[in-house]
């Protein structure tokens, strides 16, 4: 059991951030609230794919001796994965895009509510009606 | 250039969006034909990229000329060139329409809408095209994010509408995301191809049946399956014209195209049969998503939001037959992609004509729409047909291959399902009919409407995209044995 | 089925005749007598069409027209035998009558919109062809469901409130049925027996256990509304708000003919007689109809409305027709199929007199008609003679099916049915007889006495009424060809 919880903490990190995050996004009613919850959402994410790149021991996989690979062979082993990495960079672009829109759509309804209270804003779509 | 045309489709849109500002900051003006020249070498190339498949069979194009799985591939066959043709031919037909509305609705700013319009074409074109999982991630949040903007400049509560899609789309895509991760864990490939020759040794993990569980969980978001669908209904319904008239009907197709590519592409068809029992479960959503799709549509005086609940219903039918898993059920379900996208495109392209028409799309406006927009409604009397399945429409079509299917399945309350949502789809019809055919409750009896001064038809740019997809629907039906036994019957898995 | 067949474009020339006519009509709106003209011109030349085709039908022979493949193994094709000859020869035949019947009826009372009425008449004469030519059920239900959908215009022509709840309650019962049980049954029919052409002998024999079939049976029994068997009779009482026209030759001949012509098809060439007798389906169906023919004429007999009697009276004498299929024996067969004639030129002369006297009296109630033969001789004679038909008198045409039926059943030992085809001409009398007594020999109702002007309308009405009557009195004489085409059917159904 300690194994279990102590030996992926990693894991658990990660679920630990996404509830928290996902929380934030359904229960807070503050609107930047909410897209602070979905930041924490998504960097939770980025520490799963990150961490699933790690191994023990491993280091950056940056070829000292590329040209004459033939010498010293190259092992996977002592390297760390780079591919996630790669990924979470694009997905790192998705997410500021992601927070520039929905800023900007908050400035938006801002503009239009004038207060960022979900339930105020409820209650004056309401009252329009 | 043949041999560059699955890329050249979505390359288009992307490098014309790049120069649609800056031609909107010379000359406005030129936005439209800017954006119509794009769309339609996009079209063009899809079609030729259709016929290259339907020729010499499945292309892999090897983006940068990186081999796969390392590189991005993007593969192109049965399935995704038919859904290229369909998304940039709608697109296309969407782009043309949008020409008055835009300039109504969003006056001073069509360059950058057209701008928005075009990456968010891109992205479905990239959905549907590429053969890489993480790629497809990147074009579906390009599509989204254009999506949201998209939506947010409607009218009334349209951005705060839009600020709910944009969260459970957000959670949509991150679920999505985190079932990438979880297969890249096991298997260390992202590509489709090389995953489904790598998976079936893993068929027993619990790491696999996870990613599984995130993929569908996080497409249903995106396609508003029900009991995911609510953010769909208020996006769609405050959002411009044109804006609800192209995503409306592409972004929950594609959605539908991915979930098929993931559990017959990605997953062999027997590990959602045998070993994970989706196909059961999305069988009962889809009961529930038509059903309630149609009775909540019922219940609707604004036209674009009973349009949105019939859209979730539609839904309901594509996954149905995706769940029905054999091939009757999922020959069903891609043609009903097809039909279903051409359906929704013109409800709203309908909508999008009364709106600029008639002022608002309230029902009640709607009175002798008959008389005032003869064609318009017309094409609305075509969609509705087809939405009740009355041969020769193309939704007849679907239903008959569905409900073979389900025939087939055993499932009977399924059939059920259809055809109650084909009785329900009547009484809406008929109560939009009713208004718009009989009018004022103090009719002039004998007023005589030969002379039919009254006419007040929406421009001809509205009426063009119109009549060519009111007329698609009755080709589609007509021809659907054609396509089916053309395109379709390849693109369904040979095992299944 | 196993003849020697042509191919011919003759059936299909003749379905498009009607929608050619459309473009005319529509484009000649501002001309109204140059719109009658295309009518009158389509309607002659369609019968010509139809007509030519006679004598290829008596060398025994049958002409086909394949013309697109819907559905693997599934075409939109044309099959013409003598059944379907039959119908579409009686069919295209009144077409011309009611033709000039129309424009005497529409301008003596200064109807509106016109033009979209000469167009829709036009649309489901096409309809009831295409149904009379159709080669298998899946043209035949494509049809069915446009006669259905473009009937809706003409039932509710006068766009008050009174033709929109009928118009509801038109296709609320129409596309209820149809989509509940007509398509399931079509459905369910192709999964079992591969096919879906008609047959002579029937395609679902030994392919569906005994359950499935009786399933299927009443499946077709209640989908095909349009038969007006009780209990889904309730639509062609209230469709009698539709101008006079249209009750004369849609709901007396076309559309309720093309009903019991759908049945008959499915009985004949899906099950095939053999089938129903060895289930004792056939047993069961006779029975059934039979209390709509006594209700039908117990209903025809309180009511005040002239049009609603009548329309009762239809309702009751449709289901003789269905006869044909239960009396497993050759004169039954051939009484119900002779029927088809010899009631619809009664019944088109009984609802073109009902006309006349709007036209000429603006009397519609029963009651009222004290006196009015004397003023309207020619009207009145006419209904004397079409009533004397339809209640199967010699030497009308009615009496010659009526002899049929009866010897059929006798033929088949059903007794009961003999005492029930007795009691309804009694009924049949009971309320015809006083509407023409009174008429010539009662004393001048108040409206008769208040209003000098009643006189015959103009002769385009008064010519057609007395011609179908005269017609229907010659019918008994000279039976031919249609007698001929149905002894072809009958035979080669009975296995020559």
């Known amino acids: 059991m300690f194994d279990f919880i102590v030996g992926k903490y990693n894991y658990w990190i990660y679920i630990i951030l996404m509830m928290i995050g996902f929380y934030a996004m359904m229960s807070k009613r503050n609107l930047i609230k909410k897209i602070i919850g979905m930041n924490i959402f998504q960097t939770a994410i980025i520490i799963f794919f990150i961490s699933i790149a790690a191994k023990r021991g491993a280091t950056l996989p940056i070829l000292e001796h590329a040209h004459d690979g033939g010498e010293h062979a190259i092992e996977a082993i002592s390297y760390i994965n780079p591919l996630p990495h790669v990924l979470m960079l694009t997905a790192i672009v998705v997410m500021v895009a992601t927070l520039g829109v929905a800023l900007a759509i908050v400035l938006l309804i801002y503009k239009k509510h004038g207060t960022l209270e979900e339930d105020e804003i409820l209650k004056k779509i309401e009252f329009q009606e | 250039m043949t041999d560059q045309a699955p890329i050249l489709v979505i390359l288009f849109p992307l490098m014309f969006a790049f120069v649609t500002p800056l031609l909107g900051w010379w000359k406005k003006d030129l936005c439209y034909p800017w954006v119509l020249c794009g769309l339609s070498l996009s079209t063009i190339f899809s079609i030729i990229t259709l016929k290259e498949v339907l020729n010499t069979g499945v292309i892999h194009y090897h983006l940068g000329g990186w081999d796969p799985p390392w590189g991005i591939e993007y593969v192109i066959d049965h399935l995704n060139s038919f859904i290229l043709v369909l998304v940039a031919s709608i697109s296309l037909l969407v782009a043309i329409y949008s020409k008055r509305l835009v300039k109504e609705e969003n006056p001073e700013k069509e360059a950058y809408f057209y701008t928005l319009f075009l990456l968010q074409v891109t992205g479905f074109l990239g959905i549907v095209a590429t053969g890489d999982l993480f790629n497809l991630y990147v074009f579906l949040e390009i599509a989204s994010l254009a999506g949201y903007a998209l939506i947010a400049i409607g009218e009334g509560q349209a951005p705060f509408a839009t600020f709910r899609y944009l969260v459970m789309g957000t959670i949509g895509a991150c679920f999505y995301l985190l079932g990438v991760g979880y297969l890249y864990m096991v298997t260390g490939s992202l590509n489709m191809a090389d995953l489904s020759q790598i998976l079936p040794n893993l068929y027993h993990s619990k790491v696999v049946m996870v990613a599984l569980i995130f993929f569908l969980v996080g497409v249903a978001i995106k396609m508003a399956l029900f009991p995911l669908h609510a953010w769909l209904p208020d996006a769609y319904t405050y959002a411009p014209s044109a804006t609800s008239a192209l995503v409306a009907p592409l972004m929950t197709k594609v959605s539908v195209y991915v979930m098929i590519r993931i559990i017959y592409t990605v997953f062999k068809p027997y590990y959602s049969i045998e070993i994970l029992p989706v196909n059961l479960i999305l069988g009962w959503l889809a009961v529930i998503a038509i059903l309630y799709g149609v009775i909540m549509a019922l219940r609707q005086v604004d036209i674009k939001r009973m349009f949105c609940y019939i859209l979730i219903a539609e839904i309901g039918y594509m996954v149905g037959g995706v769940g029905l898993a054999n091939r009757l059920g999922l020959t069903g379900a891609i043609l009903h992609i097809m039909n279903d996208a051409l359906m929704i495109t013109c409800l709203f392209l309908v909508a999008g004509a009364v709106v600029y028409k008639l002022g608002g799309h309230n029902i009640n406006q709607l009175r002798d729409a008959f008389k005032k927009m003869p064609f318009s409604m017309a094409a609305f009397a075509v969609v509705g047909l087809s939405l009740i399945g009355v041969p020769p429409t193309c939704g007849f079509f679907s239903k008959w291959y569905l409900i073979l299917g389900a025939i087939e399945a055993e499932n009977w309350i399924f059939i059920v399902a259809l055809l109650l949502s084909s009785a329900i789809n009547a009484i809406l019809f008929f109560k939009i009919v009713e208004i718009a055919y009989y009018g004022e409750a103090s009719h002039d009896h004998n007023e005589d409407s030969n002379g039919g001064n009254t006419i007040d038809e929406a421009p001809v740019s509205i009426l063009i995209p119109l009549g060519v997809v009111a007329l698609a629907i009755i080709l589609a039906g007509i021809f659907s044995g054609k396509i089916v036994s053309g395109i379709i019957q390849f693109a369904v898995p040979p095992n299944l | ?496």
Request: charged fraction near 10%; glycine fraction near 8%; charge should be positive.
């Open chain 3, 1 to 496: 089925m196993d003849m020697e067949t042509i191919t011919s474009i003759k059936p299909l020339l003749a379905t498009v005749t009607p929608l050619l006519c459309i473009l005319l009509i529509i484009l000649s709106r501002r001309i109204p007598n140059l719109r009658e003209l295309w009518t009158i011109i389509a309607s002659l030349v369609t019968f010509s069409i139809v007509a030519s085709m006679v004598k290829t039908l008596y060398t025994g022979k049958v002409i086909a027209y394949k013309l697109v493949e819907v559905y693997p193994g599934i075409d939109v094709a044309f099959r013409v035998d003598a059944f379907g000859l039959f119908f579409a020869l009686l069919s295209s035949f009144l077409w011309i009558v009611v033709s000039f019947y129309s424009i005497g009826y529409m301008r003596s009372l200064n109807e509106h919109s016109q033009t979209r009425y000469y167009a829709f008449f036009a649309v489901a004469i096409s309809s009831a062809l295409g149904v009379a030519f159709s080669s298998n059920l899946f043209t035949l239900y494509l049809f069915y469901e446009i006669l259905t959908v473009c009937t809706y215009p003409l039932v509710t022509h006068n766009q008050d409130n009174e033709a929109r709840s009928s118009g509801r309650i038109y296709l609320g019962y129409l596309l209820g049925t149809s989509v509940a049980f007509f398509l399931p049954a079509i459905l369910f029919t192709y999964y079992f027996a591969g096919t879906l052409d008609f047959s002579l002998h029937g395609i679902l024999n030994g392919k569906a256990s005994n359950g499935m079939i009786t399933f299927l049976f009443l499946l077709f029994l209640f989908g095909i509304g349009k038969a007006a068997i009780m209990p889904f009779n309730g639509w062609l009482p209230r469709a009698m708000v539709a101008p006079t026209p249209v009750s004369a030759l849609l709901h007396a001949v076309a559309v309720v003919k093309a009903g019991v012509f759908c049945q008959l098809r499915v009985y004949f060439n899906i099950f095939g007689v053999e089938l129903l007798h060895n289930q004792n389906l056939d047993i069961f169906l006779i029975y059934f109809v039979s209390i709509t023919i006594l209700l039908g004429s117990l209903f025809a007999l309180k009511q005040d409305d002239i049009k609603a009697m009548l329309a009762y009276s239809t309702i009751s004498q449709l289901s003789y027709i269905i006869l044909a299929a239960g009396l497993y024996s050759y004169h039954g067969m051939l009484g119900g199929v002779v029927h088809i004639v010899m009631h619809g030129f009664g019944k088109i002369t009984l609802f073109m007199c009902a006309g006349s006297i709007l036209c000429g009296a603006h009397i519609k109630k029963i009651s009222r008609l004290g006196g009015i033969g004397r003023r309207m001789p020619i009207t009145m004679l006419a209904f004397f003679f079409g009533a004397l038909s339809v209640a199967g008198i010699p030497p009308f045409g009615g009496f010659m099916s009526k002899w049929f039926l009866a010897l059929g059943s006798i033929e088949a030992h059903q007794w009961p049915i003999l005492v029930v085809l007795l009691t309804s001409t009694l009924m049949n009398l009971g309320y015809f007889m006083p509407v023409v007594f009174i008429s010539f020999f009662g004393k001048d109702s108040e409206s008769v006495k208040r209003d000098p002007d009643i006189r015959e309308p103009s002769p385009f009405i008064v010519a057609p009424l007395a011609f179908t009557a005269l017609v229907s009195l010659a019918i008994f004489f000279y039976p031919y060809p249609f007698i001929r085409l149905a002894e072809i059917f009958v035979k080669s159904m009975m296995g020559g």
